[in-house]
């Protein structure tokens, strides 16, 4: 090296550590049921600490996924080729059974462990978890065609990552996706144009899909009109007889973040399809499938946090400023203490959603409270995804600019799941139509954040004055007003006081200020900071 060229006040890499050792993680898994899996739950996360698995998905996303429509002499194959390190991310997330398994696991907690294990994976990358989160939620929708579900369920169910476009009954796991959304309509999947017309006991769909992602996917649930109504579909990319079903793949998609994931569009050309429930109640058939993707949104959203705030925390450790490293400096305490009471808060309520999911079957307070749950997080936690990643990638000045510090990929990733499955005007309207025709899922959410904290009831009752002037112009003031009571009711109940304080006192009564960094005075920050992930 020169000598002018001397390296020193840098941070070491943020490798080798366990993404798991994360108390509010580790506790919330007890609490919700699967205190069973917490050295599962580890394991995935030494993994996702680790050089190799970062090496993974580094190479997943500088080497995007590329599409080949046809052969080298020219028939139509419409495949599209991914990194090596993709696969094996999709080997471990479907190994470890964060895809379908848990349908097919009947221990108590079985969705609570598939949640946990599936935030802190997502920590190392989120392209891949796509398919993961479409293959989980696609089983509960196709109960409305027990015959699929009967073919194709232990495929779903599968822990074997068997990739390749071959017939469905020859592979040793399968996944699924979806294609809903055109062009003309977007989250309006009424005006869908794709028609679905009747051939003995299947279908044959024509028309144009907008955004279908994981376009390797062995299986699609898709909507289309058939003649009476919008109805729910099963698409094979592979036929029974071992054909290619038309599934012409007409580009992917140039996307903001997401890289390592392929989204394509689609055309359908007399393509054959299983009906999945009766037609023209595709909507509601697809609800479940709604529910799970949701759920995941808000999941993944609490990982990308979670990374964000740890990758921050490290370099506070690491790097000093005028004589003092950055972690004892009281302003950079302040910054890092509020987002780690955001992070947390939605490290808890995600947890809690995965809790609700698993005990809805046999608990009817706990299925009405899924229902208003799950829109709160997704409408909530989704939207502060984005303002967390980016104060976070602030901590670590130029340096998290710069894409070797993994900033710059999170902060690409973070809009995402505010978009994805509906974005935050969509949830805000289906806030509306739960609170207008499911009362059961109101009075679960007033359960849940009542007789805790007098602040929290004061909120409440505040909440529920404005509930009898509701309109879509209020729609989002609503979702988040209740979504932070709850979270602020679920940190009361769960968490330290100096964690459960902060928020409710920044958040509920409005004490802080609007910027990250400006907790009320008073805050306990050294027993808020040691809440943050213990492996780094």
Same mark, same amino acid.
């Given at each position: ?12 890499? *943020?490798? $080798?550590?366990?993404? +798991? @050792? %994360?108390? #509010? ?7 919700? =049921? ?63 059974? *964060?895809? $379908?398994?848990?349908? +097919? @696991? %009947?221990? #108590? ?7 946990? =294990? ?419």
């Amino acid at each position: 090296m020169p000598a002018t060229h001397e390296v020193t006040n840098q941070v070491p890499p *943020f490798v $080798g550590h366990d993404v +798991a @050792d %994360d108390p #509010p993680l580790l506790e919330a898994l007890e609490r919700e =049921g699967a205190g069973w899996a917490r050295e599962d739950v580890h394991e995935v996360g030494r993994l996702a600490g680790s050089a190799t698995a970062l090496e993974w998905a580094d190479a997943a996303h500088r080497h995007e996924p590329r599409l080949r429509t046809h052969d080298a002499v020219g028939n139509r194959v419409d495949e599209v080729d991914y990194d090596p390190g993709y696969h094996r991310l999709l080997t471990e997330a479907v190994g470890r059974g *964060f895809a $379908g398994a848990p349908w +097919a @696991d %009947d221990r #108590p907690g079985a969705h609570v462990a598939r949640a946990a =294990g599936f935030l802190t994976w997502s920590q190392l990358e989120a392209g891949h978890g796509c398919p993961i989160s479409m293959t989980y939620a696609v089983l509960p929708a196709l109960r409305a065609a027990p015959d699929l579900l009967a073919t194709f369920g232990p495929g779903l169910t599968s822990t074997v990552h068997d990739p390749g476009l071959r017939e469905p009954s020859t592979k040793r796991g399968l996944l699924a996706g979806m294609g809903m959304t055109e062009k003309q309509g977007g989250s309006d999947v009424r005006a869908n144009a794709t028609v679905a017309r009747p051939d003995g006991e299947t279908y044959l769909l024509t028309g144009h899909k907008w955004f279908t992602s994981a376009p390797m996917c062995d299986l699609f649930l898709v909507l289309a009109q058939a003649p009476g109504g919008l109805t729910c579909f099963l698409v094979p990319r592979v036929l029974p007889d071992g054909s290619r079903n038309t599934f012409r793949i007409q580009r992917l998609k140039d996307k903001l973040g997401n890289r390592s994931n392929a989204s394509s569009e689609p055309e359908f050309d007399e393509t054959v399809a299983w009906r999945v429930g009766d037609e023209g109640r595709g909507v509601r058939t697809i609800i479940e499938m709604v529910a799970c993707t949701r759920l995941d949104n808000t999941l993944g959203s609490a990982a990308g946090m979670r990374a964000a705030v740890s990758r921050a925390a490290h370099h506070a450790r690491y790097r000093s400023a005028f004589g003092r490293p950055l972690i004892s400096q009281p302003l950079m305490r302040e910054v890092l203490a509020d987002l780690a009471c955001e992070s947390e808060a939605a490290v808890t309520l995600s947890l809690r959603l995965a809790g609700a999911q698993d005990r809805s079957s046999s608990d009817p307070h706990e299925a009405a409270f899924r229902r208003i749950g799950v829109t709160l997080g997704k409408y909530w936690i989704c939207k502060r995804q984005t303002a967390v990643v980016g104060e976070a990638l602030e901590c670590l000045g130029g340096n998290g600019y710069v894409e070797e510090s993994g900033m710059p990929r999170l902060f690409r990733e973070s809009p995402l799941n505010s978009i994805w499955e509906g974005s935050g005007n969509v949830n805000a309207l289906d806030l509306l139509r739960v609170l207008a025709r499911e009362p059961a899922s109101l009075e679960a959410w007033r359960a849940e954040v009542s007789g805790v904290d007098d602040r929290i009831d004061a909120g409440r009752k505040e909440v529920e004055a404005e509930l009898a002037h509701a309109d879509e112009r209020s729609a989002r003031r609503l979702a988040e007003r209740m979504a932070v009571l709850l979270s602020g009711a679920l940190l009361v109940r769960h968490a330290p006081a100096a964690v459960a304080d902060a928020y409710v006192a920044s958040r509920v009564t409005g004490e802080g200020g609007y910027a990250f960094g400006t907790l009320p005075r008073g805050v306990d920050v050294d027993a808020v900071l040691e809440r943050l992930p213990r492996g780094i």
